[in-house]
């Protein structure tokens, strides 16, 4: 996947200078040699962080620098020192994980005990006193395996702070005036490290004329006929396509400064059927598919959450609408008793053809229906040429989104469920999805919240990565589908 940080990850233990620094040692060997285990790359710092003024931090932040590792864990083979085992991270300024040993066996407990579980309590303190953001698991004491374990889900989380700390959302054009619902404060990004840089539509339409006959347009048109296959059915309309990619990603080159990944978030109706004489639904789902996230509608935080998924994932995700009920006759047909899921839990995401082949049962380029009715009255398909679509492939998914809301806070939603095997019987790129209690979850997370109408989906149950990479932003309202019995603060108990 392109446009996504690599980790380069590194372990550095500690020791409080009341314990053998000997089992710090032996333990972190154990943990590395786990990690290798699972094929995970470490760089193992000889240096052990202990106990003192400033303890040997200046060494020990020399060791990694020199190392370039870009992602550290603090691993607290025995208690630990408290102040320098935080400074490290202070130094560090990346993503870092703090996680410690547990006890092995009932051998130790005479001479060998490392008490670390009380020590994360004291780091854990002393994390706060200094204003120092780390991650720590859920349950961050372990053996070497079930820390190497905790270490393998850090490398996902650490990937996204790293690019989101190097992001920037470009954008072409306002949103329509009628249609402001993916609002976007600019502030709370700001906030976050991410850089975002506004364009008038008429920067890209002048950048997309200058691509004309650009000898790179062919192998772009092979490029896009071998993906398509048999799903080809508007040829004629792909050398435009062709030509509107290649602007785009030369604009990114062209754009991305000092920041190292770059995602954008580009108006698509009404004025650019007539003036580009096609939609870029197909080439949005490309350039996502490359890792290049492109949500359309000018929705900077669809575009944001969309580059979470991907860093957190590896892989291409997708921005739909939260879009339209399941029919009660489909849903008695091919949903009831064959799934456990109610009526009121399903519904159908859409988008017009920005999402990924690969997330297709079977992709085709078709023409926008509705643009097609409003901008060429029902007729032959020309300007409204463009879309992929086709049915999104069955399976575990997530649900998501960050937003700035309207007071220019930051707040989020996950959910997870999944795609169900059952034939949408529509156009565009949709799926019927089935989330446990979505009905209370649509009414008192996302209307209540504020939320557009836009979601970010990833594909596979991704909620535990993305929850922690939230927090570890900052994020206080993280909502997600209540289980029954749990109840939201608006729901009403006598409903």
């Known amino acids: 996947m392109n446009n996504i940080p690599q980790v380069k990850l590194g372990i550095i233990a500690v020791s409080r200078d009341c314990f053998p620094i000997t089992l710090s040692e032996k333990r972190r060997k154990a943990v590395v040699a786990s990690l290798k285990a699972k094929g995970i790359d470490v760089y193992e710092s000889p240096v052990i962080i202990e106990g003192g003024i400033d303890g040997n931090v200046e060494e020990a932040y020399e060791d990694i620098k020199k190392s370039g590792i870009n992602a550290l864990v603090v691993y607290l083979g025995n208690f630990g020192p408290e102040y320098p085992e935080v400074l490290i991270a202070k130094k560090f300024g990346g993503p870092v994980m703090y996680v410690a040993a547990a006890e092995e066996n009932v051998g130790v407990l005479s001479s060998d005990r490392g008490d670390a579980y009380c020590g994360m309590l004291n780091a854990s303190y002393n994390l706060k006193l200094m204003g120092?953001?780390?991650?720590?698991?859920?349950?961050?004491?372990?053996?070497?395996?079930?820390?190497?374990?905790?270490?393998?889900?850090?490398?996902?989380?650490?990937?996204?702070?790293?690019?989101?700390?190097?992001?920037?959302?470009?954008?072409?054009?306002?949103r329509p005036f009628d249609f402001l619902a993916c609002n976007a404060p600019i502030a709370p990004l700001y906030k976050l490290g991410v850089n975002v840089q506004e364009n008038s539509e008429l920067d890209l339409l002048k950048s997309y004329k200058e691509h004309a006959n650009d000898p790179r347009i062919p192998a772009k048109i092979k490029e896009m006929e071998d993906e398509l296959g048999e799903g080809n059915k508007m040829p004629g309309i792909l050398p435009k396509l062709a030509q509107y990619e290649l602007t785009l990603l030369d604009w990114i080159e062209a754009n991305k400064g000092t920041s190292k990944y770059v995602v954008m978030a580009n108006k698509c109706w009404p004025a650019f059927q007539t003036e580009f004489g096609f939609v870029p639904c197909y080439v949005n789902s490309r350039l996502t598919g490359m890792g290049y996230c492109t949500a359309c509608e000018v929705d900077i935080y669809g575009a944001l959450s969309e580059f979470i998924g991907t860093c957190v994932t590896g892989e291409a995700v997708t921005l739909l609408d939260i879009n339209n009920s399941v029919p009660a006759d489909m849903y008695k047909e091919s949903i009831e008793g064959k799934f456990p899921y109610r009526h009121n839990e399903t519904f159908m995401g859409f988008h017009c053809g920005n999402t990924p082949m690969c997330r297709l049962t079977c992709g085709t380029m078709k023409y926008q229906l509705i643009m097609n009715r409003g901008l060429e009255h029902g007729g032959e398909p020309d300007i409204t040429r463009g879309t992929l679509e086709g049915d999104i492939c069955p399976g575990d998914i997530t649900f998501y989104r960050l937003q700035g809301n309207k007071d220019s806070v930051l707040q989020a939603y996950i959910a997870e469920g999944e795609v169900l095997p059952v034939a949408t019987q529509s156009f565009g790129g949709i799926g019927v999805f089935a989330i446990p209690e979505m009905n209370r979850f649509y009414r008192h997370v996302l209307i209540e919240g504020g939320y557009p109408h836009h979601g970010a989906v990833a594909f596979g149950h991704n909620g535990k990565a993305i929850f922690e990479v939230l927090k570890y932003l900052g994020v206080e309202t993280i909502s997600f589908n209540q289980p029954k019995g749990c109840y939201y603060k608006s729901e009403n108990p006598f409903a």
């Open 132 to 174: 120092v953001q780390a991650y720590i698991p859920e349950y961050p004491v372990g053996t070497a395996e079930e820390c190497a374990d905790m270490i393998a889900d850090f490398v996902s989380i650490a990937r996204t702070l790293l690019g989101l700390k190097d992001l920037k959302i470009i954008t072409f054009g306002p």
